[in-house]
């Protein structure tokens, strides 16, 4: 059974950076997984992908130059770094991943494509 643990949300002025942290127990080389966030009352979003199987990178547009996907592969745990926070990147952050799959863009609208879930981390942004 896949396992996702997510850690490293906080509250930041914003400006300010974060880098979330997302163990996992997943071993195939062929996966896609992600970052995906939720602010209060709106739809989930997809942040940014890392394609295991070639170690390419998708971001949304509006995280693009400010955040950045990253795994390392001995540990078994996807990163975001997250940079230059505004108020609007404050939501529920979750990591997920589906076997299998390489990474498109429309992934980051499809978020039910995605079986693998973690808990999710707080970020909020606020002066």
């Known amino acids: 059974q896949v396992q996702l643990v997510e850690s490293g949300g906080d509250s930041v002025q914003p400006g300010g950076s974060l880098k979330l942290s997302c163990t996992m127990s997943?071993?195939?080389?062929?996966?896609?997984m992600g970052w995906f966030r939720q602010p209060l009352w709106k739809e989930r979003e997809g942040v940014a992908l890392?394609?295991?199987?070639?170690?390419?990178?998708i971001y949304h547009a509006s995280v693009k130059g400010r955040f950045t996907v990253s795994r390392d592969n001995a540990n078994n745990t996807l990163y975001l770094q997250m940079n230059d926070l505004r108020p609007d990147d404050a939501a529920t952050y979750f990591c997920?991943?589906?076997?299998?799959?390489?990474?498109?863009?429309?992934?980051?609208?499809?978020?039910?494509?995605?079986?693998?879930w973690g808990q999710g981390t707080q970020v909020t942004v606020s002066s």
């Open positions: 997920a991943a589906v076997i299998g799959v390489h990474c498109g863009q429309d992934l980051l609208w499809r978020w039910r494509k995605f079986p693998h």
């Open positions: 997943l071993y195939e080389r062929r996966n896609c």
């Open positions: 890392y394609d295991a199987g070639d170690d390419t990178t």
